[in-house]
């Protein structure tokens, strides 16, 4: 069957399912499966100085990363919202990593113009693009760059553009289905201009570090407690065909507490989001994810901002 694409948002133009999204989603959780994920920005960050520059930089722990180690760091305002993401590996004297669709020349440019006199070079290459694959999937000998990914039993690879894989092609649906399933936040998805690490768990963020940008208020935040969001995942009434809107007002009793992030069609959970809530709604109470009930689950902690549940 043809490839359905996604129309409109931040994964325009992927493909969002291959007529079987439920079948997809048992094929990536089995092993196997690749998603195309061709428009997340892939940066080469190169140069002798590049790991204690990005750990100076970043909420993430960064210098002394072995040869082929691989994180997240966030990019936080000086109040700690997160402004950026990268997902990367150290390998070859460089540092290679992938950020999300559409901030790629502004997280570029950001890093570009804080080189100063550090021996460091800020490259966007086009030539290369990120491909999810199963554990089962052959290593592909072409791949730059390769780390354990959080969206179920597999690798995230940077490849050179259009490689193929010897693998079943899968959908954006299976793949956020399943991230959504296992909890974890995409940074401008799931979070907004407001959101400081301590609400999604502390995700990319190193406690054990000296200073960065933003780190007074993720220090105190988690020494005192009590973020003013928390992380949930929620499962919505499975009876309403439609899903919520990105973006929308979660409400309780009427009155907007949160937001609602992405949302799919999960082959087990059946329809789920994640979303952010105030800190203060009880994790029992049903909410209103744009029109439809979802009961809550409880992802972070909202007296501590850590995660209380595993990735799965």
Not at 11 to 37: F, I
């Amino acid at each position: 069957m043809s490839a359905v694409l996604v129309n409109g948002g931040l994964d325009d133009g992927l493909v969002w399912h291959l007529g079987d999204p439920m079948r997809e989603q048992r094929t990536m959780e089995s092993g196997g499966g690749q998603v195309s994920l061709s428009n997340r920005p892939v940066l080469q960050i190169s140069g002798p100085d590049r790991l204690g520059w990005l750990h100076s930089l970043t909420s993430q722990h960064l210098e002394g990363l072995a040869d082929g180690g691989s994180t997240t760091a966030l990019v936080l305002d000086p109040n700690g919202r997160i402004e950026h993401v990268l997902h990367g590996v150290d390998r070859d004297a460089s540092f290679w990593a992938w950020t999300e669709a559409g901030r790629g020349e502004d997280l570029a440019g950001w890093l570009d113009r804080m080189r100063f006199m550090m021996r460091v070079e800020v490259t966007l290459r086009d030539d290369l693009e990120v491909v999810w694959a199963g554990r089962d999937v052959a290593f592909p000998q072409q791949a730059v760059a390769s780390r354990h990914s959080e969206v179920a039993d597999g690798l995230e690879h940077i490849v050179p553009r259009g490689t193929l894989l010897d693998a079943d092609p899968v959908g954006v649906w299976a793949h956020e289905a399943l991230r959504i399933a296992a909890g974890v936040p995409r940074i401008g998805v799931d979070t907004d201009h407001k959101t400081i690490p301590n609400e999604i768990g502390l995700v990319g963020t190193h406690l054990d570090k000296g200073c960065y940008r933003g780190q007074e208020t993720v220090a105190r935040v988690n020494t005192l407690g009590r973020p003013p969001r928390r992380l949930v995942q929620l499962h919505l009434d499975g009876s309403m065909e439609a899903l919520p809107e990105l973006g929308s007002a979660l409400e309780l009793d009427g009155r907007p507490v949160g937001l609602v992030g992405a949302s799919a069609r999960h082959h087990e959970l059946g329809p789920i989001a994640l979303g952010l809530v105030k800190r203060n709604v009880p994790v029992d109470a049903v909410l209103q994810a744009g029109g439809i009930s979802a009961a809550q689950e409880a992802l972070v902690d909202p007296e501590v901002g850590l995660h209380v549940r595993p990735r799965l």
